[in-house]
């Protein structure tokens, strides 16, 4: 039933979708690159931090602001940048599914802090891009992490 929503009858209602802000938390493990995952507060699946954009602030400045309130990251040098956008279906407030378009900005992590303010909310958790891949439900945010390395060196090198 959802996928006839998504599919057939949201766009022929028209409604403009809505943007969030995501951000891509990594860092270099042991074995190479990886992400951090965490899990949403009701499904408890596993998703990026993300949030609606906040006054006063650009993307990167929201990406940033969610990987802290919700996995407790620091971030390391750069200011996040755009490296892609996924689109989902968000159920707000309990009604009807949402078309959202979610900007996903890259945040290399300085450290994990122990304290933050969504942390008996959620689970934080590393994996490598492939994992993570296959940990999330979105088709176009399983292609984002699968390609993730190639995608941030291409971007880093424009």
């Known amino acids: 039933m959802s996928r006839i929503w998504t599919d057939y009858l949201a766009p022929l209602l028209g409604r403009p979708a809505r943007v969030q802000i995501a951000?891509?938390?990594h860092h270099v493990g042991e074995q190479g690159p990886e992400v951090l995952m965490i899990t949403?507060?009701?499904?408890k699946r596993w998703i990026l931090p993300k949030g609606?954009?906040?006054?006063?602030?650009?993307?990167?400045g929201t990406a940033l602001q969610e990987a802290w309130e919700e996995a407790g990251v620091k971030h390391r040098g750069a200011r996040?940048?755009?490296?892609?956008?996924?689109r989902y279906s968000k159920i707000v407030n309990g009604r009807l599914p949402v078309t959202t378009d979610v900007d996903v900005y890259a945040v290399e992590v300085e450290k994990l802090l122990d304290r933050y303010p969504e942390m008996n909310d959620r689970t934080r958790q590393w994996m490598t891009p492939e994992a993570a891949a296959e940990a999330v439900?979105?088709?176009?945010?399983?292609?984002?992490?699968a390609e993730f390395p190639s995608l941030i060196d291409r971007t880093r090198q424009l």
Do not use: H, N
Not at 52 to 60: K, N, S
């Open 80 to 86: 996040p940048f755009r490296i892609g956008q996924y």
């Open 23 to 25: 951000a891509l938390c």
């Open 52 to 60: 609606w954009p906040m006054r006063g602030t650009d993307g990167a």
């Open 137 to 145: 439900e979105e088709e176009q945010l399983k292609s984002l992490l």
């Open 40 to 43: 949403s507060r009701t499904t």
